[in-house]
């Protein structure tokens, strides 16, 4: 019987079939794995996902973690889960070998992880934190914090954090007040709250490192006064022993409508030991490392929970019973299964469309990183914004239509999907909203070296929009031809006011013409194959680029018309 968590033949697909993974074996990083190692990663990552993580997803919803005002207590299966996860060696999956890393493939890791993020994402959130922590600091830190605080994560002894917001300043980081100052003997004391900490405080492991973003004695106000420090919940010695506590309280625990399984803490650091990283008024810099490779990880949590929905739906459309087509009016004719019904059908393959395009785009992204090139870094730079919020929206719609699909019975706790839908909600929240991202990708991505990284966009989406059937690549190619207009036009004047007026309107567009792009080339690596599986790769194709395409258009409309009501208005007349 087939998964309702993933696709394993759609990720055969993507990988072997369209991004040839294989090849990438030729790579002297990557000359130690073969098809073979990728299927075993990705077998093991199957087997874990089914019988470690899925069983306690609804459990850890319904049983979220409690404070009692001195210890965080979480369900037990929460960490041994954990602790199956970190004895297969995929948390350190795609780190050198020199830290014990195996040096997998960004793209094969990804879709491994895919696996844990559709089983249960809230206790998979842990493990993604806890990476993205120590990726940054084998960049950025010191041989002495890498063997203190990032071989100890690797062993799955410690865990991570990234603590940004702040009660007063949200994700506005130019307001952040935390303080940190020297204390002598080369670490610094830091005082200060952070707000909405996943993972920030918990028992389950021997303590956790927090990466927090604070301002040192005498630096500027805004982003460029920002530091990054190492503020471990305990006190750890130079040979990793956990010592006394360190000067990291827990203020509270924030309760939310899904994630319900992972903390969310609000912290409060009170004279806490910290360890500066890198250089003064360079922490925002660092931290954009792990800030973008969490959005890439909220991307593909959104895609994971939006595919396990689709698969719930699709199985459930198949085997209940209701109504009769619309021709048949002998109400003594039996039952057909809903999936019989045009109108389930539809939100079948939109959803269909939505989660495997989004599973595409994160591949995709994720294979730019393992070919590294001044072309690749600057297309991913382009893309990352896209990546965390087009799946946040699209994606959750999948989790939406799989509800409707269910009838009254989705919108109960007696069905999974309800709960997918709560926890991919938060998605369009967290790591910068989907705002932040439409500001990102007009007011930065687009423009920067001068349109450098939109035309390299452009010029692979038409390359792939040519060698189509005409019917369906050539209004891609018109779109694209739009979207450089729209955007010239957007910056005519060089107000950021009146060009990012709308750019959420932007970001939507320029997401669904990179979803039709990737449909586009999937297309084409169906060509000359027969059987169902290929058959339904070419009608999500066909319906995405003839149901959802023309969506762009009107939103093009909107920007090339100059509007800047929502920039004018007074606040005042919403009543």
Same mark, same amino acid.
């Given at each position: 019987m087939s998964s309702k968590i993933l696709s394993r033949r759609d990720l055969d697909f993507l990988l072997y079939e369209w991004l040839d993974v294989e090849a990438l074996t030729a790579r002297e990083r990557f000359a130690e794995h073969s098809r073979e190692t990728f299927d075993a990663f990705l077998d093991v990552s199957a087997q874990i996902a089914e019988r470690d993580f899925a069983p306690h997803n609804r459990q850890s919803d319904l049983e979220e973690p409690t404070f009692d005002g001195v210890r965080v207590t979480v369900i037990p299966e929460v960490a041994a889960a954990l602790k199956v996860f970190n004895e297969t060696g995929l948390l350190s999956a795609t780190m050198d070998d020199a830290v014990g890393g195996l040096q997998l493939p960004h793209v094969v890791a990804r879709a491994c992880?895919?696996?844990?993020?559709?089983?249960?994402?809230?206790?998979?959130?842990?493990?993604?934190?806890?990476?993205?922590?120590?990726?940054?600091?084998?960049?950025?830190?010191?041989?002495?914090?890498?063997?203190?605080? =990032?071989?100890?994560?690797?062993?799955?002894?410690?865990?991570?954090?990234?603590?940004?917001?702040?009660?007063?300043?949200g994700s506005a980081l130019s307001d952040v007040l935390t303080r940190a100052t020297p204390a002598g003997d080369g670490t610094y004391r830091v005082n200060?709250?952070?707000?909405?900490?996943?993972?920030?405080?918990?028992?389950?492991?021997?303590?956790?490192?927090?990466?927090?973003?604070?301002?040192?004695?005498?630096?500027?106000a805004g982003v460029k006064g920002l530091s990054l420090f190492i503020v471990p919940k305990h006190h750890v010695e130079d040979d990793g022993t956990v010592g006394e506590r360190n000067g990291v309280s827990l203020a509270?625990?924030?309760?939310?409508?899904?994630?319900?399984?992972?903390?969310?803490?609000?912290?409060?650091?009170?004279?806490?030991?910290?360890?500066?990283?890198?250089?003064?008024?360079?922490?925002?810099?660092?931290?954009?490392?792990m800030m973008n490779e969490a959005r890439i990880g909220v991307g593909a949590g959104a895609v994971a929970l939006g595919y @396990?929905?689709?698969?719930?739906?699709?199985?459930?459309?198949?085997?209940?019973t209701q109504g009769r087509p619309v021709a048949d009016k002998d109400p003594l004719a039996p039952a057909v299964p809903i999936v019989r019904h045009p109108d389930v059908r539809r939100m079948l393959l939109a959803s269909k469309s939505y989660v495997e395009g989004g599973l595409?785009?994160?591949?995709?992204?994720?294979?730019?990183?393992?070919?590294?090139?001044?072309?690749?870094?600057?297309?991913?730079?382009?893309?990352?914004?896209?990546?965390? %919020?087009?799946?946040?929206?699209?994606?959750?719609?999948?989790?939406?239509?799989?509800?409707?699909?269910?009838?009254?019975?989705?919108?109960?706790?007696?069905?999974?999907?309800?709960?997918?839908?709560?926890d991919n909600r938060l998605n369009s929240i967290h790591e910068g909203t989907d705002g932040i991202q439409g500001l990102d990708l007009l007011g930065?991505? =687009?423009?920067?070296?001068?349109?450098?990284?939109?035309?390299?966009?452009?010029?692979?989406? =038409?390359?792939?929009?040519?060698?189509?059937?005409?019917?369906?690549?050539?209004?891609?190619?018109?779109?694209?031809?739009?979207?450089?207009? @729209? @955007?010239?036009?957007?910056?005519?004047?060089?107000?950021?006011?009146?060009?990012? %007026?709308?750019?959420?309107?932007?970001?939507?567009?320029?997401?669904?013409?990179?979803?039709?792009?990737?449909?586009?080339?999937?297309?084409?690596?169906?060509?000359?194959?027969?059987?169902?599986?290929?058959?339904?790769?070419?009608?999500?194709?066909?319906?995405?680029?003839?149901?959802?395409?023309?969506?762009?258009?009107?939103?093009?409309?909107?920007?090339?018309?100059?509007? @800047?009501?929502?920039a004018d208005l007074d606040d005042a007349v919403l009543g």
């Open positions: 992880f895919a696996w844990f993020q559709a089983a249960n994402i809230a206790t998979s959130s842990y493990s993604l934190l806890t990476a993205g922590n120590a990726n940054l600091l084998l960049t950025h830190g010191t041989a002495a914090q890498i063997d203190r605080f =990032v071989r100890p994560m690797l062993e799955g002894r410690f865990t991570g954090t990234m603590c940004l917001s702040e009660p007063q300043a200060g709250s952070k707000m909405w900490i996943s993972g920030g405080d918990h028992e389950l492991s021997e303590t956790i490192v927090h990466l927090v973003l604070a301002r040192a004695a005498g630096a500027p509270g625990l924030n309760h939310k409508m899904g994630y319900r399984g992972t903390t969310n803490a609000v912290l409060s650091f009170d004279d806490a030991t910290g360890y500066l990283v890198g250089e003064e008024g360079k922490g925002l810099a660092y931290m954009f490392q @396990t929905g689709y698969l719930h739906a699709l199985d459930y459309a198949r085997e209940r595409a785009l994160i591949l995709y992204a994720a294979k730019l990183l393992d070919e590294p090139s001044e072309d690749n870094d600057l297309l991913l730079d382009v893309l990352t914004p896209i990546v965390k %919020a087009w799946p946040s929206q699209w994606c959750r719609l999948a989790n939406d239509h799989a509800i409707q699909v269910h009838g009254g019975y989705g919108y109960t706790r007696e069905y999974p999907v309800e709960q997918f839908y709560r930065r991505k =687009v423009i920067m070296r001068g349109g450098a990284g939109l035309q390299l966009l452009i010029g692979r989406i =038409v390359t792939t929009a040519v060698a189509a059937p005409p019917e369906l690549g050539q209004p891609v190619v018109a779109l694209c031809d739009r979207l450089a207009a @729209t @955007t010239r036009k957007l910056w005519a004047n060089g107000d950021p006011t009146a060009a990012l %007026a709308n750019s959420t309107a932007y970001l939507e567009a320029t997401g669904h013409l990179v979803i039709a792009w990737l449909w586009l080339s999937q297309l084409a690596a169906t060509e000359g194959k027969e059987g169902a599986f290929y058959d339904g790769k070419r009608l999500a194709a066909r319906y995405f680029l003839t149901h959802e395409l023309p969506r762009i258009a009107p939103l093009l409309d909107l920007l090339d018309s100059g509007d @800047t009501l929502l």
